[in-house]
């Protein structure tokens, strides 16, 4: 199957991930021929109903049906309930469920197993109806008995994974703990004892006070007049856990960083909070009063039960007091510190500090598979990062990195080589001190050491029609191999026609992604020679279908210069 595809349908068939994303690489299937077949199921007709499904639609749209369901109903078809509830869109019975649930565990994965991730990512919505469920709890407390709403496998929209981390801590307090003052003061305690374990006499009681205490203070008042009324009802001794996958904020930064830190201070106290096991930190300006937010932030997390960060793009002077922070943090199995401007080159005082910080915090991470370091200055570096690592990588994106010869020499050669599934070499030739002949020869060791790799990107280094020759010879070498990826190269139309066979020989690869250059020539000449390049690439992909499916990406870059009759 041949699709010629601009850069919106690359997006859409995404052959490279990112650090924080869950990929299985054994079952991975990258041919378009199930994303169509995907289509194809949406637009399909509609099965019949069922007698069961047809009766689940009538309860959810009488809420006291709903209510006697859940004394009447057996339990094993409460999750049948909540799933028709849930794709009807009626967002009442979905408030009483929550609120009513009488098993100790809703998990909405379970409930909607074929459900797309972006079911919360509209907000006021389902998002809205569960959250009202939580808060009418007290309504009727004998009859909730869960004790963990389970979100995981759905993407949070940044107001309802708000909502969740600054609410539910204060809705789920007595009324006689909701002080503002008392508070703001137990804020400040949680965040020194935490600072003095971690930086020693670095930081003071009286200099986390000074940072905490009145912005904590001022949303504890703001909270508390908002919330006088609503509270969530969690019996004695009892704990209500959100578990949620992924939450992260770009704006009021300085006070969601706070609602995190108030989390964490908390949980003692609350009996909700929000579990997440991913997390980011992406920050919207780079004031210098925002450096140490993020600190206060990654403060109030759970370091036992967080399994990947991200903190791209973050400022080296906010990186810097994030670090001592992050050694606790020893479950962590992804992480995303690309953009960060780090510069650990060179033998100054300074950039050493950093290395050795660096050093010893990757020596921390003992679960660590996942790791994204595109864009630093690491020139000479990368052994030392990825020796300190105490597990091997299956992901590696060194990207647009400042590297050299010894680095790219360093890769086929390295403890983690054997575990390579996913690895990310763009913007290196050109761009860094990497010529393209040392390039190539570490592709051409990786070839013979790297065994198990599944997806490689090779975007943006200037690749030509010669290295293109040595490419026929080295992708046949990797025996795992399902994704090539060389688009923003300079290979011409035979070059890629002579790869795409070349690719389509191979038993494992799937996907094959690459650019056409921009031609000069009259209009009607440009078209022609795009249907007659489409159709040969259409020929070989169909030549040797009888092996597999092979999808092909073409992204058109740049404009093609028409020339303009006179």
Same mark, same amino acid.
């Given at each position: 199957?041949? *699709?010629?595809?601009?850069?919106?349908?690359?997006?859409?068939?995404?052959?490279?991930?990112?650090?924080?994303?869950?990929?299985?690489?054994?079952?991975?299937?990258?041919?378009?021929?199930?994303?169509?077949?995907?289509? %194809?199921?949406?637009?399909?007709?509609?099965?019949?109903?069922?007698?069961?499904?047809?009766?689940?639609?009538?309860? /959810?749209?009488?809420? @006291?049906?709903?209510?006697?369901?859940?004394?009447?109903?057996?339990?094993?078809?409460? *999750?049948?309930?909540?799933?028709?509830?849930?794709?009807?869109?009626?967002? !009442?019975? +979905?408030?009483?469920?929550?609120?009513?649930?009488?098993?100790? /565990?809703?998990?909405?994965?379970?409930?909607?197993?074929?459900?797309?991730?972006?079911?919360?990512?509209?907000?006021?919505?389902? @998002?809205?109806?569960?959250?009202? $469920?939580?808060?009418?709890?007290?309504?009727?407390?004998?009859?909730?008995?869960?004790?963990?709403?389970?979100?995981?496998?759905?993407?949070?929209?940044?107001?309802? !994974?708000?909502?969740?981390?600054?609410?539910?801590?204060?809705?789920?307090?007595?009324?006689?703990?909701? =002080?503002?003052?008392?508070?703001?003061?137990?804020?400040?305690?949680?965040?020194?004892?935490?600072?003095?374990?971690?930086?020693?006499?670095?930081?003071?009681?009286?200099?986390?006070?000074?940072?905490?205490?009145?912005?904590?203070?001022?949303?504890?008042?703001?909270?508390?007049?908002?919330?006088?009324?609503?509270?969530?009802?969690?019996?004695? $001794?009892?704990?209500?856990?959100?578990?949620?996958?992924?939450?992260?904020?770009?704006?009021?930064?300085?006070?969601?960083?706070?609602?995190?830190?108030?989390?964490?201070?908390?949980?003692?106290?609350?009996?909700?909070? /929000?579990?997440?096991?991913?997390?980011?930190?992406?920050?919207?300006?780079?004031?210098?009063?925002?450096?140490?937010?993020?600190?206060?932030?990654?403060?109030?997390?759970?370091?036992?039960?967080?399994? $990947?960060? =991200?903190?791209?793009?973050?400022?080296?002077?906010? &990186?810097?007091?994030?670090?001592?922070?992050?050694?606790?943090?020893? =479950?962590?199995?992804?992480?995303?510190? !690309?953009?960060? *401007?780090?510069?650990?080159? !060179?033998?100054?005082?300074?950039?050493?500090?950093?290395?050795?910080?660096?050093?010893?915090?990757?020596?921390?991470?003992?679960?660590?598979?996942?790791?994204?370091?595109?864009?630093? %200055?690491?020139?000479?570096?990368?052994?030392? &990062?990825?020796?300190? &690592?105490? *597990?091997? &990588?299956?992901?590696?994106?060194?990207?647009?990195?400042?590297?050299?010869?010894?680095?790219?020499?360093?890769?086929?050669?390295?403890?983690?080589?054997?575990?390579?599934?996913?690895?990310?070499? $763009?913007?290196?030739?050109?761009?860094?001190?990497?010529?393209?002949?040392?390039?190539?020869?570490?592709?051409?060791?990786?070839?013979?050491?790297?065994?198990?790799?599944?997806?490689?990107?090779?975007?943006?280094?200037?690749?030509? @029609?010669?290295?293109?020759?040595?490419?026929?010879?080295? +992708?046949?070498?990797?025996?795992?191999?399902?994704?090539? @990826?060389?688009?923003? =190269?300079?290979?011409?139309?035979?070059?890629?026609?002579?790869?795409?066979?070349?690719?389509?020989?191979?038993?494992?690869?799937?996907?094959?992604?690459?650019?056409?250059?921009?031609?000069?020539?009259?209009?009607?000449?440009?078209?022609?020679?795009?249907?007659?390049?489409?159709?040969?690439?259409?020929?070989?992909?169909?030549?040797?279908?009888?092996?597999?499916?092979?999808?092909?990406?073409? /992204?058109?870059?740049?404009?093609?210069?028409?020339?303009?009759?006179?």
């Amino acid at each position: 199957m041949f *699709n010629f595809s601009m850069a919106s349908r690359f997006q859409m068939l995404k052959p490279c991930y990112l650090a924080l994303d869950q990929v299985n690489y054994s079952n991975l299937d990258l041919t378009l021929l199930n994303l169509e077949v995907t289509e %194809e199921k949406k637009h399909e007709a509609p099965k019949p109903l069922t007698l069961l499904r047809l009766a689940a639609k009538v309860v /959810v749209k009488h809420e @006291d049906l709903v209510v006697d369901s859940i004394d009447y109903v057996p339990s094993h078809l409460l *999750n049948f309930l909540m799933k028709v509830a849930i794709e009807s869109s009626a967002l !009442g019975a +979905v408030t009483i469920y929550v609120s009513e649930w009488p098993l100790e /565990v809703m998990n909405l994965r379970a409930i909607c197993p074929g459900t797309e991730r972006t079911l919360f990512s509209r907000t006021m919505e389902v @998002d809205m109806a569960m959250f009202i $469920g939580l808060m009418r709890r007290e309504e009727v407390p004998k009859r909730c008995k869960m004790q963990c709403l389970d979100l995981q496998g759905f993407e949070i929209n940044e107001i309802f !994974g708000r909502v969740l981390v600054g609410a539910t801590p204060m809705l789920s307090l007595k009324k006689c703990h909701r =002080n503002a003052a008392n508070l703001s003061k137990r804020i400040a305690k949680y965040t020194s004892t935490k600072l003095h374990s971690i930086c020693g006499d670095a930081f003071s009681t009286s200099a986390a006070g000074r940072l905490i205490v009145p912005e904590s203070r001022t949303i504890f008042e703001k909270k508390i007049e908002q919330y006088e009324n609503s509270c969530i009802y969690v019996p004695r $001794g009892k704990k209500l856990i959100i578990k949620v996958d992924h939450l992260d904020f770009t704006r009021d930064y300085n006070k969601i960083c706070i609602d995190y830190l108030i989390t964490g201070a908390l949980r003692p106290l609350t009996p909700c909070y /929000v579990q997440a096991t991913q997390f980011g930190a992406l920050m919207g300006s780079q004031n210098q009063e925002n450096i140490m937010y993020p600190m206060f932030g990654l403060l109030g997390l759970d370091s036992e039960t967080l399994c $990947g960060l =991200n903190l791209s793009s973050m400022p080296t002077t906010a &990186l810097q007091f994030v670090i001592p922070v992050l050694y606790s943090f020893t =479950n962590l199995k992804a992480f995303d510190m !690309g953009l960060c *401007n780090i510069d650990i080159t !060179g033998i100054t005082r300074t950039r050493s500090a950093h290395r050795s910080q660096l050093v010893g915090l990757f020596s921390h991470f003992n679960l660590l598979t996942r790791l994204d370091v595109r864009k630093n %200055e690491l020139t000479g570096k990368v052994e030392e &990062l990825l020796e300190a &690592l105490p *597990n091997r &990588l299956e992901f590696l994106n060194v990207s647009g990195s400042l590297l050299n010869s010894a680095d790219l020499q360093y890769l086929p050669k390295s403890k983690h080589v054997e575990s390579f599934r996913e690895l990310r070499l $763009g913007a290196l030739v050109g761009h860094c001190d990497v010529s393209s002949s040392t390039f190539m020869t570490c592709l051409d060791e990786l070839s013979t050491s790297a065994k198990n790799l599944t997806i490689l990107e090779l975007q943006n280094n200037e690749l030509e @029609d010669s290295q293109e020759r040595e490419l026929e010879v080295l +992708v046949p070498r990797f025996p795992e191999l399902k994704s090539l @990826d060389t688009i923003y =190269n300079f290979m011409s139309e035979d070059a890629l026609l002579k790869l795409l066979e070349t690719c389509a020989k191979c038993a494992s690869i799937q996907c094959l992604s690459f650019n056409i250059l921009p031609v000069f020539a009259s209009e009607t000449s440009v078209a022609q020679r795009r249907i007659n390049f489409t159709q040969k690439c259409d020929d070989i992909v169909a030549r040797y279908r009888h092996r597999r499916e092979l999808s092909v990406v073409i /992204v058109a870059i740049g404009i093609d210069l028409i020339e303009v009759p006179r």
